[in-house]
């Protein structure tokens, strides 16, 4: 087993000093991105060896997962949290003082440090795919949070994907819900032709409230660029614009960085539904959105309401509702923040409860109703269980990234629709969005 010593917190402590040189280097960095220095090769993890973790972004989302794996460390997970990154000071010293984690400013850094065997990647949605393709090539094993990229980076999600399968690097999306063993049953029943030739696939999620957006905490009303906040990098690819403090720290309100609920949210019940039904990239898609409730935020561009309807050439519909502005998710027990999928084929439906699957007979089936149990299990420690021991064995984790990639397809697809008012076709031939 590899034994890691912990660093004295004297040299892991980051200097103001050290953070402007890092912060400086970062400007720019990420859409630099494809300028990497040659691929580095990774340790080969034994079954037995610690597995050193990188965080990057230590945002709500960061300090959550860290919390989730301390506490999976101290039940017997062999990790270690050796690293952590950041591009605004105060957050990344508070997560490395609490974890003895080495801080970063630059992600490129941290990529570069040998002691990390993979990452986790949790900054705002926009930065993600360039990140991603910096730690493949730097050898390193990737958890990236869902969406995987944002709603106006096809392309860039195409050559992500090309990257990561290129690189054999173990790539896993955070939408936890795919640890809910449901998914897997419901596949192999379609597959086993319990409902028949698939037809129409309906989810969604709907709750309220938009403190997930305009919520978002401020955490310093009169912070600045400089050496304590890196505007450029936050910035990425998006458009270049004069500091604003609530785009930085409430980025989801703003289209530059988010896609709204159509790509913050609408991952976590795509994923299960295009896995159980094993489709290919969409053929087209259609969509509508409002802002029918939030709309006297000022500072809100993204809608509180969006409906996609995507088409697949296997001759199924999925149908992806949504609102912000109520959170009654019908009969099916799943809980107040989802929408579990209901599945419909020629022969009969598969629906989803918390604790069964159910299948309904159509009209004219000689099929007899049915009703399995299913042990309700989204988590996001399974979820990271799973991608660990993914990256022990190089199996391909549950959201692996040719998922990934139909699933943001589809979204891109139906937040494009709705932007330009028409429908969005997929070349199939030239790989590529039509709009
Ligand atoms: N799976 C889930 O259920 C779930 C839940 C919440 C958030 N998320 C995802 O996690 C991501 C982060 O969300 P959040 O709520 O934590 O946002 P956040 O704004 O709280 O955190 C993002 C952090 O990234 C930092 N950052 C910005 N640009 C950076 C860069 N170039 N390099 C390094 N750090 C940078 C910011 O300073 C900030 O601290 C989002 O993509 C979101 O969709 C997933």
Avoid at 51 to 63: E, F, P, Q, S
Avoid at 405 to 412: E, S, V
């Amino acid at each position: 087993m590899a034994s890691r010593k912990n660093d004295s917190k004297t040299t892991r402590q980051t200097t103001r000093r050290s953070f402007i040189r890092t912060a400086g280097a970062a400007a720019g960095a990420i859409a630099a991105s494809t300028a990497m220095p040659a691929r580095s090769y990774a340790r080969v993890l034994g079954a037995n060896d610690r597995i050193g973790l990188g965080m990057i972004g230590c945002g709500g989302r960061g300090r959550y997962t860290l919390t989730q794996l301390k506490e999976m460390q101290d039940a017997g997970t062999n990790i270690e949290i050796v690293a952590a990154c950041d591009t605004y000071r105060p957050r990344l010293q508070a997560q490395a003082d609490l974890y003895k984690a080495k801080p970063y400013a630059d992600h490129r850094e941290l990529l570069a440090d040998s002691r990390v065997d993979v990452v986790s990647i949790t900054t705002p949605d926009h930065i993600h795919g360039y990140q991603v393709i910096d730690a493949v090539q730097a050898g390193k094993d990737v958890y990236c949070e869902k969406p995987v990229t944002h709603w106006r980076q096809f392309e860039l999600t195409k050559r992500m994907t090309a990257e990561v399968k290129t690189s054999s690097r173990v790539f896993q999306l955070g939408s936890q819900g795919m640890s809910n063993p449901a998914w897997q049953q419901g596949r192999k029943l379609i597959a086993d032709g319990v409902i028949g030739q698939p037809i129409h696939a309906e989810c969604g999620y709907f709750r309220v409230g938009d403190w997930g957006e305009a919520g978002m905490p401020i955490d310093d009303p009169n912070a600045k660029p400089g050496p304590d906040l890196n505007w450029e990098a936050f910035l990425g690819d998006s458009p270049k614009r004069p500091f604003d403090v609530s785009r930085y720290f409430r980025w989801r309100l703003y289209e530059d960085y988010s896609g709204g609920q159509a790509t913050d949210l609408y991952p976590h019940c795509l994923t299960p539904t295009l896995f159980m039904l094993d489709v290919d990239m969409p053929a087209s898609a259609v969509g509508s959105s409002g802002k029918y409730r939030y709309f006297e935020c000022k500072e809100r561009e993204i809608p509180d309401t969006a409906n996609l309807l995507i088409d697949y050439p296997e001759k199924i519909t999925v149908v992806v509702l949504g609102t912000q502005g109520n959170n009654f998710f019908g009969a099916d027990e799943m809980g107040s923040v989802g929408r579990a999928p209901t599945i419909r084929g020629w022969e009969g439906t598969l629906s989803f409860t918390r604790t069964e699957i159910i299948f309904t007979p159509a009209e004219g089936s000689k099929s007899k109703p049915q009703r399995w149990p299913v042990p309700h299990a989204e988590d996001l420690k399974l979820h990271y269980q799973d991608f660990l021991e993914c990256c022990r064995t190089r199996k391909q984790p549950r959201s692996h990234i040719g998922l990934a990639f139909r699933t943001q397809t589809a979204l891109q697809m139906g937040v494009l629709s709705y932007r330009h008012g028409k429908t969005v076709r997929f070349d199939k031939e030239k790989q590529t969005i039509v709009v």
